[in-house]
Nanobody
Framework: QVQLVESGGGLVQAGGSLRLSCAAS????????MGWYRQAPGKQRELVTT???????TYADSVKGRFTLSRDNAKNTVYLQMNNLKPEDTAVYIC???????????????WGQGTQVTVSS
C-alpha cells in the first residue's frame, strides 16, 4: 500500500508565507509526477502545480511567481513554498502522486487527505 502524508497548513495573514510538505511512503517502485490540487468551498478542484521526477514544473496562472514546488526524490517528498499569500488562496490543499507500486507494477494516482490553508485579509 502507498500513503501520502501532508503537513504545513495553517492560518496566515495576507502577504504571508507557508510551506507545505507531502511525503509518500509504502511499497513504492517509482514515482513519476507529484503535485498539488486545491479545493475551496463551493468551487471546483483546481490543479495548482506539478513536478516531474526530473523537477520540471508547471503552475496555475493564479500562483505563478508566488508558489514554488520542489522535490526530494530520495525522500519521495515534495515541498510547496507559498509566498505572498492572498485570501483567494484559502482552500484545502491535496497532494497527489503518480506511483508505480512494487506489488502491482502499474502506475496509478494516490491522494493525500488534504491540509487546510486559510489566508486572512
Amino acid at each position: 500500500q502507498v500513503q501520502l502524508v501532508e503537513s504545513g497548513g495553517g492560518l496566515v495573514q495576507a502577504g504571508g508565507s507557508l510551506r507545505l510538505s507531502c511525503a509518500a511512503s509504502g511499497s513504492i517502485f517509482s514515482i513519476n509526477v507529484m503535485g498539488w490540487y486545491r479545493q475551496a468551498p463551493g468551487k471546483q478542484r483546481e490543479l495548482v502545480t506539478t513536478i516531474t521526477r526530473s523537477s520540471s514544473t508547471t503552475y496555475a496562472d493564479s500562483v505563478k511567481g508566488r508558489f514554488t514546488l520542489s522535490r526530494d526524490n530520495a525522500k519521495n517528498t515534495v515541498y510547496l513554498q507559498m509566498n505572498n499569500l492572498k485570501p483567494e488562496d484559502t482552500a484545502v490543499y491535496i497532494c497527489y502522486a503518480a506511483v508505480t507500486a512494487v506489488i502491482t507494477g502499474k502506475p496509478r494516482n494516490y491522494w493525500g487527505q488534504g491540509t487546510q490553508v486559510t489566508v486572512s485579509s
